[in-house]
């Protein structure tokens, strides 16, 4: 995997807001330990007071392209007869790449605050893929767990719990990954008694995912302002800090290449498997060059050398594995 240049995002709007609100969702903890999770907001009381209320939901994602930090996905629910006018119109939500860093703080803010018309209405979850978790998968000996897998993955996740709490959802709009119909092809298959629409652009088309799309987008910038913090006491005077986090920020490439550790590279914050943290990793003007010894005690032996018996000549191999053949003597 390589990493993704955001074509369409401007940098500004993807650095982190100074003041960006911290969420319930993001639980320090786990994001100092490099470990994903997931957090669901109660059940709003418009909802839980009539558990037969129909219901839309939205999922999309923040953080897909980035060298460091996490991947959030994100969901949001309503019910359906107010879902325009509650999102769209009262509040305008929009594509969080739209929306300004201190509108779509605001936006979460709202959705958080007991009180308020959002927090009394819509339901929302986040599940936080870490960086080191992301490649852990990415980087397998033996079958790669590619990155469209796991985001796939933590959707169909977030929405299983979701129904499992019995939230009566009919319709469901996902901002898409690679193919529209295949995903959705598959989502219908995992869940047949709701209404999937996966598009394009969807956090643009539908108010539902573009609220999901804020919950993504404000979790991910306080969960990376939380990882800059293990950093920004040891930061020399007058440094940019990380900005974004994409590769093509200077300042997030320049903080790359000024806290390299010549063996171990970085902390979790870092995706080991994008392209740019590779070449830092190899250049080796930078870079400790460790070898290590392959040690052979087996001396020559396959694995069912440890399983047969070897003093037993009766018999091939393979029906020794599980141990001697039993004869009829034995009765």
């Not at 999770?37 to 939901?57: G, M, Q, R, W």
């Not at 929306?99 to 819509?122: F, I, Y």
């Not at 092809?185 to 539902?208: G, N």
């Not at 800059?228 to 990380?242: D, L, N, P, R």
Request: net charge negative; glycine share 6%.
């Amino acid at each position: 995997m390589d990493d993704q240049i955001p074509e369409t995002q401007d940098i500004a709007l993807e650095t982190p807001a100074d003041d960006v609100f911290r969420a319930p969702s993001v639980k320090m903890a786990e994001i100092f330990k490099g470990a994903s999770y997931s957090h669901f907001s109660p059940i709003p009381k418009t909802i839980a007071n009539d558990l037969t209320t129909e219901c839309v939901l939205g999922v999309d994602e923040a953080g897909r392209g980035p060298v460091l930090g996490p991947m959030v996905y994100a969901l949001l629910y309503l019910p359906l007869a107010i879902h325009r006018s509650l999102l769209a119109e009262t509040h305008h939500f929009d594509d969080s790449k739209v929306l300004t860093p201190a509108v779509r703080s605001d936006l979460m803010e709202k959705l958080c605050t007991d009180g308020t018309d959002l927090h009394q209405n819509c339901g929302w979850a986040t599940q936080v893929m870490s960086a080191r978790d992301i490649s852990a998968g990415m980087l397998q000996p033996h079958g790669t767990y590619n990155l469209n897998a796991q985001a796939m993955d933590a959707t169909i996740d977030l929405i299983k719990q979701v129904l499992a709490k019995g939230v009566n959802v009919t319709e469901v709009y996902i901002d898409t990954i690679g193919s529209p119909a295949t995903y959705q092809k598959k989502l219908e298959r995992i869940f047949p008694t709701v209404k999937i629409t996966v598009a394009k652009k969807a956090d643009s088309l539908y108010p539902c995912v573009s609220a999901a799309s804020v919950c993504a987008k404000v979790t991910r910038d306080a969960a990376l302002d939380v990882c800059y913090e293990m950093y920004s006491s040891t930061e020399t005077e007058g440094a940019a800090g990380w900005g974004s986090g994409y590769p093509s920020d200077a300042r997030c490439s320049s903080w790359l290449k000024r806290n390299k550790d010549p063996l171990f590279g970085w902390g979790p914050e870092c995706r080991f498997s994008w392209g740019t943290a590779k070449d830092l990793l190899e250049d080796k003007k930078t870079s400790l060059k460790v070898d290590w010894p392959v040690d052979d005690d087996s001396q020559g032996m396959n694995i069912s050398s440890f399983f047969s018996n070897t003093d037993d000549g009766d018999g091939d191999e393979l029906s020794n594995w599980f141990g001697k053949r039993v004869t009829e003597e034995v009765f």
